[in-house]
């Protein structure tokens, strides 16, 4: 069934068969890996499987109230009631750190790594939905979402892409091994995803989903001043406490094009249900709480531990031995890592409560030409030395000093084009963004781009070509970027 609401937005209701089923975490990879070359379109597996992933998470979606407003009037005072609620909270928050209550999210520095790479899968994503709207440049009502994408994407500057600037806050962290995780902390991935390139059909969805993510939620401020307080640098998160902002940010840009996308002779009521479905998707998956909450830190170890069982099992000599046995003859057995472990506390290897550098075990990780030097990453030698340390009252409660000041906002990117005056074609614009693209690491894919566009003198002849570089897959790369600098540039005019 279709529904005409107005010139350029049609309405298809989703039908609701049965979907496939089919792992978040493999539609996930499946998504990301098919990056359709410059075209940047999925494969037709990929377009059906998404297709009934999403339709199945909308369903799950249409259970969960979040107090979406029956009337689309209500609309405006209820995210400004929610904004000022949020605000009031972290107000007093911040009074109860003042006063001296611990922190409320992480218990000590590993697990806010940990929380680091549980939502690793949906940051990297990050404005992915949006990718679906880019076809619509031409419609006034869709435009403020696009700039939105094109921030995400931070117009092309390496410095402002939230995706790239995520992986580098993951391997700054060593906490760049994120891809094992179970299956539900890739479903809110997935989904965004799965509607990056269902745009058309589910545009209410979308529209609705976007509503939900740029309000500006409680755990991002206090997982930004928490992560700042452990050392660990927290401008990804405070970066979105700025840009998403309800007067000018992205969620004004987020309720605006809802209001502006409601149609005005078809199906409102039809329109607003699905505009909330598609709100309540934001809560499908694993969130930011649960992800905080999951963490258990002697059950993360042993997971570690587990994990370097496999590959270190046949490396050790039989020299060493622990309560009797060699390591090998422990690490053959996975089941038995925590026996491991506190036969090394008997054995005086280990000596929790204490400083690690009391225990002899960390100095075979951590020591120069130490046995174990580099087998365990910065993510994992934190657990362990939390673990060690027993107690994560130990840990600095000291109050944010913002260590971690905002960083300069950079305009300008080396290599990247600089401004040109009105009255250029838009021949003339791609000229010279090819000139001045920075040919750093992979610039056969950036001279392989403005070979595409050799010729090109339209806006919408050039989008065609760049459109597929800013998708998902590919906008975080040399010649994603370098597209997106000019979709930007082009966009603007
Ligand atoms: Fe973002």
Not at 178 to 194: I, K, M, R, S, Y
Not at 260 to 280: K, L, S
Not at 389 to 401: E, F, H
């Amino acid at each position: 069934m279709t529904y005409s609401l107005s010139t350029n937005i049609q309405l298809v209701a989703p039908s609701h068969s049965p979907p496939q089923q089919e792992g978040s975490k493999q539609l996930y990879f499946a998504l990301l890996e098919e990056r359709g070359g410059i075209a940047g379109q999925i494969g037709e597996l990929e377009r059906s499987t998404s297709r009934s992933f999403l339709l199945e998470q909308l369903n799950v979606a249409a259970e969960i109230d979040v107090g979406f407003p029956t009337e689309m009037q209500s609309l405006p005072s209820m995210l400004l009631n929610d904004h000022d609620q949020t605000a009031q909270r972290y107000r007093h928050y911040l009074d109860g750190r003042h006063a001296g209550s611990p922190r409320r999210y992480f218990s000590c520095r590993s697990h806010a790594m940990y929380f680091l790479r549980t939502v690793a899968p949906t940051k990297l994503v990050d404005g992915a939905w949006l990718y679906g709207l880019l076809e619509r440049w031409q419609d006034s009502r869709i435009s403020p979402l696009i700039q939105t994408y094109l921030e995400e994407l931070g117009c092309g500057n390496a410095l402002q892409n939230h995706v790239v600037l995520y992986k580098q806050l993951l391997a700054r962290y060593g906490c760049d091994k994120w891809q094992d995780g179970p299956d539900e902390h890739f479903t809110q991935g997935a989904v965004q995803l799965a509607l990056a390139h269902h745009g058309d059909e589910f545009l209410p969805e979308l529209i609705g989903f976007n509503l939900g993510y740029e309000q500006l939620p409680l755990h991002l401020l206090i997982t930004a001043y928490e992560l700042n307080e452990l050392d660990i640098d927290p401008y990804y998160f405070s970066l979105h406490v700025t840009i998403d902002n309800a007067s000018t940010g992205h969620a004004r840009k987020a309720l605006q094009s809802v209001l502006d996308c409601m149609p005005r002779i078809g199906n409102v009521a039809e329109f607003h249900r699905r505009v909330g479905n598609g709100y309540q998707l934001n809560h499908v998956g694993m969130g930011t709480p649960q992800a905080i909450k999951s963490f258990d830190l002697e059950q993360e170890l042993l997971r570690v531990f587990a994990d370097k069982a496999l590959i270190g099992e046949k490396l050790h000599s039989d020299y060493c031995l622990v309560a009797g046995r060699s390591v090998s003859d422990w690490l053959s057995s996975p089941d038995e890592i925590a026996d491991l472990l506190r036969a090394l506390q008997s054995a005086g290897w280990i000596r929790r409560g204490e400083n690690p550098e009391q225990s002899r075990f960390w100095h075979l990780l951590m020591d120069e030409q130490a046995p174990m030097f580099g087998v365990f990453n910065g993510y994992e030698q934190q657990l362990l030395r939390d673990w060690i340390l027993d107690d994560a009252g130990k840990m600095s409660t000291t109050r944010a000093i913002n260590r971690f000041r905002r960083r300069p906002t950079t305009e300008h990117v080396e290599g990247a084009p600089t401004a040109m005056q009105s009255g250029t074609t838009i021949a003339q614009i791609i000229a010279h963004h090819a000139r001045e693209a920075p040919r750093l690491g992979a610039c056969a894919d950036v001279d392989a781009l403005f070979q595409q566009l050799a010729g090109v003198d339209s806006k919408a002849e050039a989008f065609a070509v760049l459109s597929g570089m800013l998708s998902p897959a590919n906008h975080p790369t040399p010649a994603g970027l370098a597209a997106t600098r000019l979709y930007t540039d082009l966009f603007s005019r």
